[in-house]
Protein backbone atom coordinates (compact mmCIF):
# COMPACT_ATOMS: atom_id res chain seq x y z
CA UNK A 1 0.00 0.00 0.00
CA UNK A 2 1.17 3.19 -0.80
CA UNK A 3 0.72 5.64 1.89
CA UNK A 4 3.18 8.28 1.65
CA UNK A 5 3.94 9.04 -1.95
CA UNK A 6 0.53 10.27 -4.18
CA UNK A 7 1.23 8.28 -7.24
CA UNK A 8 0.69 4.44 -6.95
CA UNK A 9 1.48 2.35 -10.15
CA UNK A 10 1.55 -0.97 -11.29
CA UNK A 11 5.08 -2.02 -12.33
CA UNK A 12 4.25 -4.88 -13.84
CA UNK A 13 5.79 -5.42 -17.63
CA UNK A 14 3.04 -4.44 -20.09
CA UNK A 15 0.36 -6.67 -20.49
CA UNK A 16 -1.40 -5.91 -24.18
CA UNK A 17 -4.69 -7.60 -22.47
CA UNK A 18 -5.08 -5.73 -20.02
CA UNK A 19 -6.60 -2.13 -19.61
CA UNK A 20 -4.77 0.64 -17.91
CA UNK A 21 -6.24 3.03 -16.30
CA UNK A 22 -5.54 6.11 -14.96
CA UNK A 23 -7.15 7.61 -11.79
CA UNK A 24 -7.15 10.87 -10.95
CA UNK A 25 -8.64 11.96 -7.06
CA UNK A 26 -7.27 14.06 -4.96
CA UNK A 27 -9.09 12.32 -2.30
CA UNK A 28 -6.69 9.33 -0.71
CA UNK A 29 -10.21 7.52 0.61
CA UNK A 30 -11.39 7.62 -2.82
CA UNK A 31 -8.50 6.64 -4.30
CA UNK A 32 -7.65 3.79 -2.08
CA UNK A 33 -11.79 2.81 -2.95
CA UNK A 34 -11.41 3.55 -7.24
CA UNK A 35 -7.95 1.31 -6.82
CA UNK A 36 -9.21 -1.56 -5.53
CA UNK A 37 -12.10 -1.17 -7.74
CA UNK A 38 -10.65 -1.23 -10.77
CA UNK A 39 -8.12 -4.28 -9.93
CA UNK A 40 -10.62 -6.15 -8.81
CA UNK A 41 -12.24 -5.28 -12.31
CA UNK A 42 -8.88 -6.82 -13.90
CA UNK A 43 -6.93 -3.76 -14.74
CA UNK A 44 -4.12 -2.27 -14.11
CA UNK A 45 -3.95 1.32 -12.16
CA UNK A 46 -2.34 4.44 -12.23
CA UNK A 47 -4.06 6.39 -9.20
CA UNK A 48 -2.74 9.85 -8.93
CA UNK A 49 -3.75 13.10 -6.96
CA UNK A 50 -4.28 16.03 -9.06
CA UNK A 51 -4.99 16.69 -12.82
CA UNK A 52 -1.02 18.41 -12.87
CA UNK A 53 0.21 14.94 -12.12
CA UNK A 54 -2.05 13.33 -14.51
CA UNK A 55 -0.43 15.35 -17.33
CA UNK A 56 2.73 15.15 -15.91
CA UNK A 57 2.52 11.20 -16.37
CA UNK A 58 0.83 11.57 -20.22
CA UNK A 59 3.63 13.99 -20.88
CA UNK A 60 1.32 17.03 -21.09
CA UNK A 61 2.79 19.32 -18.80
CA UNK A 62 3.70 22.50 -19.07
CA UNK A 63 7.33 21.50 -19.56
CA UNK A 64 6.81 19.98 -22.73
CA UNK A 65 5.81 21.75 -25.54
CA UNK A 66 3.69 20.38 -28.28
CA UNK A 67 6.16 18.89 -30.78
CA UNK A 68 7.37 16.99 -27.61
CA UNK A 69 4.29 15.75 -26.65
CA UNK A 70 3.59 13.85 -29.97
CA UNK A 71 7.04 11.79 -29.72
CA UNK A 72 6.25 10.97 -25.70
CA UNK A 73 5.30 7.79 -25.04
CA UNK A 74 4.19 6.88 -21.59
CA UNK A 75 5.90 4.13 -20.02
CA UNK A 76 2.20 2.37 -19.83
CA UNK A 77 -0.46 3.07 -22.59
CA UNK A 78 -3.74 4.28 -20.87
CA UNK A 79 -7.10 2.95 -21.98
CA UNK A 80 -8.60 4.96 -20.25
CA UNK A 81 -8.67 7.75 -17.74
CA UNK A 82 -11.00 8.34 -15.01
CA UNK A 83 -10.76 11.87 -13.18
CA UNK A 84 -13.08 12.94 -10.11
CA UNK A 85 -14.42 16.66 -10.84
CA UNK A 86 -13.94 18.19 -7.78
CA UNK A 87 -10.29 19.41 -7.30
CA UNK A 88 -8.44 21.81 -6.14
CA UNK A 89 -6.17 24.03 -8.84
CA UNK A 90 -7.56 22.36 -11.99
CA UNK A 91 -10.85 20.63 -11.90
CA UNK A 92 -11.45 17.11 -13.89
CA UNK A 93 -13.34 19.36 -16.02
CA UNK A 94 -10.45 21.55 -17.03
CA UNK A 95 -8.22 18.10 -17.55
CA UNK A 96 -10.82 16.90 -19.46
CA UNK A 97 -10.27 19.61 -21.96
CA UNK A 98 -6.63 19.65 -22.14
CA UNK A 99 -6.61 16.02 -22.90
CA UNK A 100 -9.57 16.47 -25.88
CA UNK A 101 -7.27 19.47 -27.17
CA UNK A 102 -3.95 16.64 -27.45
CA UNK A 103 -3.38 15.43 -30.85
CA UNK A 104 -1.85 12.35 -28.83
CA UNK A 105 -3.79 11.79 -25.95
CA UNK A 106 -7.92 13.04 -27.32
CA UNK A 107 -9.08 9.02 -28.35
CA UNK A 108 -8.73 8.08 -24.92
CA UNK A 109 -11.84 7.93 -23.16
CA UNK A 110 -12.20 9.99 -20.00
CA UNK A 111 -14.81 9.50 -17.64
CA UNK A 112 -16.05 12.24 -14.53
CA UNK A 113 -17.03 11.37 -11.29
CA UNK A 114 -18.92 13.92 -9.05
CA UNK A 115 -20.22 13.45 -6.00
CA UNK A 116 -22.74 16.20 -7.29
CA UNK A 117 -25.81 15.14 -9.47
CA UNK A 118 -25.65 18.74 -11.26
CA UNK A 119 -26.77 18.32 -14.63
CA UNK A 120 -25.49 21.65 -15.76
CA UNK A 121 -22.01 20.45 -14.84
CA UNK A 122 -23.19 16.65 -16.53
CA UNK A 123 -23.45 18.09 -19.94
CA UNK A 124 -20.48 20.07 -19.74
CA UNK A 125 -18.67 18.00 -19.31
CA UNK A 126 -20.11 15.17 -21.90
CA UNK A 127 -20.66 18.53 -24.57
CA UNK A 128 -16.45 18.77 -23.87
CA UNK A 129 -16.07 14.68 -24.59
CA UNK A 130 -16.44 12.95 -21.69
CA UNK A 131 -17.58 9.24 -21.94
CA UNK A 132 -19.37 8.68 -19.28
CA UNK A 133 -20.13 10.67 -15.91
CA UNK A 134 -20.75 8.78 -12.77
CA UNK A 135 -22.34 9.99 -9.58
CA UNK A 136 -20.07 8.84 -6.33
CA UNK A 137 -20.44 6.80 -4.66
CA UNK A 138 -18.21 4.53 -7.21
CA UNK A 139 -19.23 0.97 -7.03
CA UNK A 140 -18.63 -1.85 -8.80
CA UNK A 141 -21.25 -1.62 -11.09
CA UNK A 142 -20.09 1.47 -12.48
CA UNK A 143 -16.47 0.00 -13.72
CA UNK A 144 -18.14 -3.00 -15.05
CA UNK A 145 -19.92 -0.56 -17.83
CA UNK A 146 -16.62 1.51 -18.03
CA UNK A 147 -14.53 -1.19 -19.41
CA UNK A 148 -17.12 -1.29 -21.94
CA UNK A 149 -15.55 1.97 -23.23
CA UNK A 150 -12.17 0.78 -23.25
CA UNK A 151 -9.55 -1.08 -25.81
CA UNK A 152 -12.59 -2.63 -27.69
CA UNK A 153 -11.13 -6.05 -29.48
CA UNK A 154 -8.99 -7.35 -26.15
CA UNK A 155 -11.86 -6.38 -23.97
CA UNK A 156 -14.91 -7.48 -26.25
CA UNK A 157 -12.64 -10.95 -26.43
CA UNK A 158 -11.92 -10.85 -22.58
CA UNK A 159 -15.72 -10.35 -21.59
CA UNK A 160 -16.57 -13.01 -23.64
CA UNK A 161 -14.75 -15.52 -21.44
CA UNK A 162 -15.97 -13.72 -18.17
CA UNK A 163 -19.32 -14.20 -17.63
CA UNK A 164 -19.10 -10.68 -16.37
CA UNK A 165 -21.87 -9.29 -18.74
CA UNK A 166 -24.93 -10.08 -15.71
CA UNK A 167 -27.51 -9.30 -18.15
CA UNK A 168 -27.02 -6.22 -18.76
CA UNK A 169 -26.26 -7.04 -22.95
CA UNK A 170 -27.61 -3.93 -24.74
CA UNK A 171 -29.29 -2.31 -21.56
CA UNK A 172 -26.47 -0.87 -20.05
CA UNK A 173 -26.27 1.91 -21.77
CA UNK A 174 -29.67 2.38 -20.54
CA UNK A 175 -28.55 2.52 -17.06
CA UNK A 176 -25.69 4.96 -18.05
CA UNK A 177 -25.63 7.57 -15.34
CA UNK A 178 -28.06 5.74 -13.11
CA UNK A 179 -28.27 8.67 -10.95
CA UNK A 180 -29.96 10.99 -13.06
CA UNK A 181 -32.84 8.41 -14.17
CA UNK A 182 -33.72 8.98 -10.87
CA UNK A 183 -34.23 12.10 -11.52
CA UNK A 184 -36.25 12.63 -14.43
CA UNK A 185 -35.28 10.96 -17.90
CA UNK A 186 -38.18 8.92 -17.84
CA UNK A 187 -38.55 8.44 -22.02
CA UNK A 188 -34.22 6.75 -22.00
CA UNK A 189 -36.86 3.66 -21.76
CA UNK A 190 -38.30 4.46 -25.22
CA UNK A 191 -35.46 4.45 -26.89
CA UNK A 192 -34.10 0.50 -25.98
CA UNK A 193 -34.28 -0.85 -29.94
CA UNK A 194 -32.02 1.50 -31.10
CA UNK A 195 -29.43 0.78 -28.57
CA UNK A 196 -29.66 -2.54 -28.78
CA UNK A 197 -29.17 -2.76 -32.51
CA UNK A 198 -26.10 -0.47 -31.79
CA UNK A 199 -24.39 -2.77 -29.57
CA UNK A 200 -25.07 -6.04 -31.71
CA UNK A 201 -23.91 -4.53 -34.91
CA UNK A 202 -20.38 -3.12 -34.71
CA UNK A 203 -18.72 -6.73 -33.29
CA UNK A 204 -17.04 -8.08 -36.62
CA UNK A 205 -15.25 -11.29 -34.59
CA UNK A 206 -16.65 -11.96 -31.45
CA UNK A 207 -20.11 -11.90 -31.21
CA UNK A 208 -19.95 -10.49 -28.20
CA UNK A 209 -22.90 -9.73 -25.59
CA UNK A 210 -20.95 -7.12 -24.08
CA UNK A 211 -22.12 -3.55 -24.15
CA UNK A 212 -18.65 -2.45 -25.65
CA UNK A 213 -18.51 0.05 -28.08
CA UNK A 214 -16.46 0.07 -31.61
CA UNK A 215 -13.67 1.94 -31.98
CA UNK A 216 -15.71 4.52 -33.57
CA UNK A 217 -17.30 7.22 -30.94
CA UNK A 218 -20.55 7.21 -32.95
CA UNK A 219 -22.46 4.33 -31.02
CA UNK A 220 -21.13 5.49 -27.59
CA UNK A 221 -22.54 9.10 -28.39
CA UNK A 222 -26.03 7.92 -29.31
CA UNK A 223 -25.97 5.28 -26.33
CA UNK A 224 -25.55 8.07 -24.19
CA UNK A 225 -28.80 8.98 -22.38
CA UNK A 226 -28.57 12.25 -22.28
CA UNK A 227 -27.47 12.70 -26.03
CA UNK A 228 -30.61 10.38 -27.03
CA UNK A 229 -32.74 12.56 -24.41
CA UNK A 230 -31.51 15.98 -26.66
CA UNK A 231 -32.14 14.33 -29.75
CA UNK A 232 -35.43 13.40 -29.22
CA UNK A 233 -36.99 15.75 -27.38
CA UNK A 234 -36.14 19.27 -27.79
CA UNK A 235 -37.46 20.48 -24.49
CA UNK A 236 -36.32 19.08 -20.68
CA UNK A 237 -36.87 22.15 -18.80
CA UNK B 1 -17.21 -25.29 22.12
CA UNK B 2 -14.55 -22.91 20.46
CA UNK B 3 -16.44 -22.93 17.25
CA UNK B 4 -19.55 -22.53 18.86
CA UNK B 5 -18.25 -19.26 20.68
CA UNK B 6 -16.88 -18.18 16.91
CA UNK B 7 -20.77 -18.98 15.32
CA UNK B 8 -22.21 -16.23 18.34
CA UNK B 9 -19.44 -13.83 17.75
CA UNK B 10 -20.77 -14.22 13.76
CA UNK B 11 -23.86 -13.59 14.84
CA UNK B 12 -22.46 -10.50 17.03
CA UNK B 13 -21.00 -9.00 14.03
CA UNK B 14 -24.19 -9.23 11.81
CA UNK B 15 -26.40 -8.08 14.23
CA UNK B 16 -24.58 -5.24 14.63
CA UNK B 17 -23.91 -4.41 10.92
CA UNK B 18 -28.20 -4.64 10.83
CA UNK B 19 -28.56 -2.12 13.36
CA UNK B 20 -26.46 0.10 11.97
CA UNK B 21 -28.17 -0.26 8.73
CA UNK B 22 -31.19 -0.23 10.22
CA UNK B 23 -30.39 3.18 11.93
CA UNK B 24 -29.01 4.62 8.79
CA UNK B 25 -25.56 5.34 10.32
CA UNK B 26 -24.39 2.69 7.18
CA UNK B 27 -25.49 2.37 3.94
CA UNK B 28 -24.55 -0.03 1.23
CA UNK B 29 -21.76 1.46 0.65
CA UNK B 30 -20.42 0.22 3.18
CA UNK B 31 -21.31 -3.73 1.86
CA UNK B 32 -19.51 -2.48 -1.62
CA UNK B 33 -16.21 -2.24 0.80
CA UNK B 34 -16.21 -5.43 2.02
CA UNK B 35 -16.64 -6.94 -1.12
CA UNK B 36 -13.22 -5.45 -2.33
CA UNK B 37 -12.24 -7.42 0.34
CA UNK B 38 -10.16 -10.55 -0.65
CA UNK B 39 -7.56 -12.90 -0.56
CA UNK B 40 -5.70 -10.39 -2.74
CA UNK B 41 -6.66 -7.51 -0.69
CA UNK B 42 -7.27 -8.91 2.81
CA UNK B 43 -7.25 -5.87 5.16
CA UNK B 44 -8.45 -3.45 2.59
CA UNK B 45 -11.30 -2.31 4.75
CA UNK B 46 -9.89 -1.22 7.79
CA UNK B 47 -6.91 0.07 5.95
CA UNK B 48 -9.54 2.58 3.77
CA UNK B 49 -11.48 2.80 7.31
CA UNK B 50 -8.12 4.03 8.85
CA UNK B 51 -7.23 6.95 6.37
CA UNK B 52 -10.46 7.92 6.42
CA UNK B 53 -10.72 8.09 10.29
CA UNK B 54 -7.30 9.86 10.13
CA UNK B 55 -8.41 12.53 7.54
CA UNK B 56 -11.39 13.00 8.97
CA UNK B 57 -9.87 13.89 12.35
CA UNK B 58 -8.11 16.65 10.93
CA UNK B 59 -11.10 18.09 8.90
CA UNK B 60 -13.11 18.23 12.64
CA UNK B 61 -10.18 20.43 14.09
CA UNK B 62 -9.36 22.56 10.77
CA UNK B 63 -13.34 23.20 10.72
CA UNK B 64 -13.46 23.87 14.63
CA UNK B 65 -10.64 26.81 13.86
CA UNK B 66 -12.47 28.05 10.47
CA UNK B 67 -15.31 28.36 12.23
CA UNK B 68 -13.91 30.08 15.06
CA UNK B 69 -12.50 32.28 12.27
CA UNK B 70 -15.47 32.90 10.27
CA UNK B 71 -14.04 31.53 7.25
CA UNK B 72 -17.30 29.84 5.75
CA UNK B 73 -15.80 29.47 2.38
CA UNK B 74 -12.78 27.11 2.83
CA UNK B 75 -15.24 25.38 6.15
CA UNK B 76 -17.18 24.63 2.57
CA UNK B 77 -14.51 23.41 0.86
CA UNK B 78 -13.42 21.14 4.00
CA UNK B 79 -17.08 19.77 3.97
CA UNK B 80 -16.78 18.80 0.25
CA UNK B 81 -14.14 16.61 1.15
CA UNK B 82 -15.38 15.51 4.19
CA UNK B 83 -18.78 14.62 2.10
CA UNK B 84 -17.14 12.62 0.11
CA UNK B 85 -15.14 10.31 1.80
CA UNK B 86 -17.74 10.23 4.03
CA UNK B 87 -20.02 9.13 1.37
CA UNK B 88 -17.24 6.49 -0.41
CA UNK B 89 -17.13 4.54 3.17
CA UNK B 90 -21.22 4.60 3.04
CA UNK B 91 -21.38 6.77 6.53
CA UNK B 92 -25.05 7.57 5.75
CA UNK B 93 -25.54 9.81 8.95
CA UNK B 94 -22.48 11.86 8.82
CA UNK B 95 -22.61 12.55 4.96
CA UNK B 96 -26.38 13.81 5.47
CA UNK B 97 -24.99 15.81 8.86
CA UNK B 98 -22.28 17.07 6.27
CA UNK B 99 -24.43 18.31 3.64
CA UNK B 100 -26.68 20.33 6.37
CA UNK B 101 -23.46 22.10 7.60
CA UNK B 102 -22.73 22.80 4.20
CA UNK B 103 -26.14 24.67 3.46
CA UNK B 104 -25.64 26.56 7.15
CA UNK B 105 -21.72 27.68 5.51
CA UNK B 106 -23.98 28.95 2.24
CA UNK B 107 -26.18 31.21 4.62
CA UNK B 108 -23.10 32.13 6.75
CA UNK B 109 -25.64 31.01 9.53
CA UNK B 110 -22.79 31.35 12.16
CA UNK B 111 -25.41 29.97 14.88
CA UNK B 112 -26.42 27.20 12.32
CA UNK B 113 -23.06 26.13 11.48
CA UNK B 114 -21.85 25.78 15.34
CA UNK B 115 -24.65 23.56 15.80
CA UNK B 116 -23.80 21.42 12.92
CA UNK B 117 -20.56 21.43 13.80
CA UNK B 118 -21.50 19.97 17.32
CA UNK B 119 -23.76 16.87 15.46
CA UNK B 120 -21.09 16.15 13.22
CA UNK B 121 -18.25 15.34 15.67
CA UNK B 122 -20.91 13.30 17.55
CA UNK B 123 -21.88 11.69 14.58
CA UNK B 124 -18.80 11.22 13.19
CA UNK B 125 -17.48 9.77 17.11
CA UNK B 126 -20.57 7.90 17.47
CA UNK B 127 -19.56 6.08 13.81
CA UNK B 128 -15.85 5.66 14.78
CA UNK B 129 -16.83 3.85 18.05
CA UNK B 130 -19.52 1.69 16.17
CA UNK B 131 -16.69 0.62 13.09
CA UNK B 132 -14.08 -0.06 16.13
CA UNK B 133 -16.69 -2.13 17.99
CA UNK B 134 -17.46 -4.13 14.69
CA UNK B 135 -13.00 -4.74 13.89
CA UNK B 136 -13.24 -6.08 17.72
CA UNK B 137 -15.70 -8.83 16.79
CA UNK B 138 -14.18 -9.88 13.46
CA UNK B 139 -10.65 -10.11 15.06
CA UNK B 140 -12.52 -12.25 18.28
CA UNK B 141 -14.35 -14.39 15.70
CA UNK B 142 -10.87 -14.84 13.33
CA UNK B 143 -9.31 -15.60 16.30
CA UNK B 144 -11.44 -17.87 18.13
CA UNK B 145 -12.01 -19.33 14.44
CA UNK B 146 -8.19 -20.49 14.17
CA UNK B 147 -7.64 -22.01 17.13
CA UNK B 148 -10.44 -24.34 16.60
CA UNK B 149 -8.80 -26.32 13.91
CA UNK B 150 -5.70 -27.46 16.48
CA UNK B 151 -8.08 -28.07 19.05
CA UNK B 152 -10.26 -30.44 16.44
CA UNK B 153 -7.02 -32.54 15.74
CA UNK B 154 -6.33 -32.74 18.84
CA UNK B 155 -9.55 -34.40 20.31
CA UNK B 156 -9.31 -36.73 17.18
Redesign the interface.
Known amino acids: ?DTNGVVSFDVSPEDSHEVHVLAVDD????R??IE??L??SACKVTAVDSGIRALQFLGLDEQRRASESDSFVPSLKVDLIITDY?MPEMTGYELLKKIKESTTFREIPVVIMS?ENILPRIDRCLEEGAEDFIV?????SDVKRLKGYMTPREVRERSQERTSVEGSGGGVEINNKRKLEEQEISDVSSSPPSISTLSSSPSDSSPSPSPSSSPTSSPSVLASPIRRLKMSSSTTD | MLGFGADLLWADMNRLLAFLFHQGVLDE?FL??Q??Q?E??PN?VS??LN??FH?SEKLLTNLRGLLMERDYKKMGVHL??F???S????AKRVTNVCVAFRAATLQTNRAGCLRALEMLEHEYCYLKNKLHQLFQIEQQRALVAGVRYPVQNQNQ
Open positions: MSLVDKVRLKICSKPVKL | QQLQLDASFEVIYENQMGSSSIG
